[in-house]
């Protein structure tokens, strides 16, 4: 017995067969509050599926100041 | 010894525990073209992001945690990832609002994270540590 199915992947084009998108982009990018991460398939150099996903480092902070009695 | 002038610690985890403790809280992410910011007191669908797979609005936060106090410093973060499943957000976009529906739609906190697009999948905010120095919202 033979396994003939293929990695499907949904796409802006619908599922498709991953063996038919170009190799997987990674890009990672940084900044002081977050760390990002996109995965991009394209089909064609046209992008199909992008995927981000943020990691939040360190955001908001409030200083609470009591005033000075003058 | 000194006295040292400053808000009470617990005052503070008191003033953050009212606006997000046991909150129905959710996330609605906004277009780079926007100007939303802390200016803004409650949700505002201007300038929102639209397309496949979003609802206006946004989605909601799993909100377990309620303020902690370390120290001087009160802290709150969401208690999981906040994640838009398959979407496509084809106009770029790089900022959430958190906002409490319980407190009609008041405005949490905005934050920011640079340009982004979504094309026919997920996206994901994954929350820091819910600590005194890198917790989402802190009191300091």
Known sequence: MTNTEQPMIYTSMGNMPLSDLEPLEVVWERAETWVKVRLIYRYQGEI?????????????????????LN | MANTQGIGAAAKQAALSSIVDSKAMKAALYLVSATTGPTNTVYTATGEVSGSGYSP??????????AGLTSTTAYWTPSATIAFSTVTLATAFDAVMIYSTTDSNRNIG???????TVTAAPFSLTMPTNDSSTGLVRFA
């Open chain 2, 57 to 66: 609005g946004g989605v909601s936060i799993t909100n377990g945690n309620t």
């Open chain 2, 110 to 116: 905005i934050f920011t994270f640079g340009s982004q």
């Open chain 1, 48 to 68: 199909v599926r992008e995927e981000p996903h943020i990691l939040i480092l360190e955001p908001l902070q409030f200083e609470a100041t009591a005033g000075a």
